[in-house]
């Protein structure tokens, strides 16, 4: 199959045409890219899991355009979706719901619950307003880390898909918060850019942090995931990523540490990839230095943050990349 990239501002029709007839096509969100497909169609669903190399029992998030549309997917829902909708949506959380009939088990990998998230990308919302609501994982080779442009894609799945709607670099950065609303209290799954503090303000309880997280009702969080084809740590502090680099460099690798600016003079003239100033800069710069990491260098040292929030979503996607690893 000859996978073409196409501007989304021109391709939006033709992306839901293909839609239509149980294609599936890439599309543009705030958080990573998503590889789509109409959510009510189990074979079009089945198509995605073959694409990207996913294991059978990982759910997909369903992609909607209008909160309306909450309606055609999921069943029971409780008022705080409503509260959330209301403040994050469109944006970068997906909230579990009991799933609607019209869902098939092939999204929802056999599973009672279904994810729901209105992206905040008017391509996106668009593309899903002309076909349907789209079940989409993150456009990425199962395992392999999600994509922030669509050249990310075309490397990774090149020849899985026919068309990669072009809505230039995400926004966001990373993947969006996953809280589940079917247990008894709010349960971040996945943590991402709206935050527990965030989503407290709105539901007054949410259970989060490290340990719920890992015990992970979300079955896509056992997973490797996020990681780099070459070796990666994480770095404490600047100066461990620096004698890190000197290490390995005297062992005849080709290291570089992925840091922000504000480094440049403890990093000096070894290979540096730049994560910008702030942690939004950090964040939506991340999954792309290590796509260029990776191309270019053999061991990857990325410069961990330790602050809350925001610091803590990211830190999770980059102890993932370096398989816990920190140095
Ligand atoms: O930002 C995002 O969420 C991106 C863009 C494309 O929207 N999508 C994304 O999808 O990251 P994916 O499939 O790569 O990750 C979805 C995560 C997985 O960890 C999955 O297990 C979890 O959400 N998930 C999906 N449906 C679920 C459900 N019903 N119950 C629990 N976890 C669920
Ligand atoms: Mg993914």
Redesign the pocket.
Request: charged share 15%; proline share 13%.
């Given at each position: 199959m000859v996978t073409e990239i196409k501007n989304a501002n021109i391709a939006i029709d033709e992306a839901a045409a293909l839609i239509k007839r149980g294609e599936l096509v890439v599309f543009p969100?705030e958080?990573?890219?998503?590889l789509g497909a109409n959510a009510f169609d189990s074979k079009a669903v089945a198509k995605i899991f073959k694409a990207k190399g996913r294991p059978q029992d990982?759910?997909?998030?369903v992609?909607i355009s209008s909160i309306d549309e909450v309606n055609e997917i999921a069943v029971d829902i409780p008022s705080d979706f409503y509260k959330l909708a209301e403040k994050f949506m469109p944006g970068?959380l997906?909230v579990?719901l009991k799933?609607g009939d019209k869902i098939p088990y092939a999204v929802?990998?056999g599973?009672e619950?279904?994810?729901v998230?209105m992206?905040n990308n008017a391509y996106a919302r668009e593309l899903i307003a002309k076909s349907y609501p789209l079940a989409?994982?993150?456009?990425n080779r199962s395992k392999h880390i999600?994509p922030t442009t669509a050249q990310h894609v075309y490397e990774d799945l090149n020849g899985e898909i026919s068309l990669i709607l072009d809505g230039g670099a995400c926004s966001v950065g990373i993947?969006?918060t996953?809280l589940?609303l079917t247990s008894d209290v709010p349960t971040i799954?996945?943590p991402?850019a709206v935050t527990a503090e965030m989503l407290l303000d709105i539901v007054g309880k949410v259970s989060e942090n490290g340990k719920i997280i890992k015990v992970a009702?979300?079955?896509?969080?056992k997973y490797t995931h996020y990681a780099p084809i070459k070796e990666t740590v994480s770095a404490k502090s600047i100066d461990s990523a620096v004698s890190e680099y000197d290490r390995v460099r005297a062992e005849g690798k080709s290291p570089v540490i992925v840091a922000r600016d504000i480094y440049r003079d403890k990093v000096q003239d070894r290979a540096q990839i730049s994560l910008g100033v702030t942690a939004e800069d950090y964040t939506r710069n991340i999954y792309g230095a290590l796509h260029e990491a990776e191309k270019s260098y053999d061991y990857i040292i990325i410069e961990e943050l330790h602050g809350g929030g925001l610091e803590t979503s990211v830190m999770n996607r980059v102890t993932k990349a370096a398989g816990g690893k920190s140095v």
């Open positions: 969100t958080t990573v890219y998503g990982n759910p997909l998030i992609h970068p997906t579990i799933k929802t990998a599973g619950t279904v994810g998230r992206p989409a994982p993150s456009a999600s993947e969006s996953v589940d799954l996945r991402g009702k979300a079955p896509g969080m």
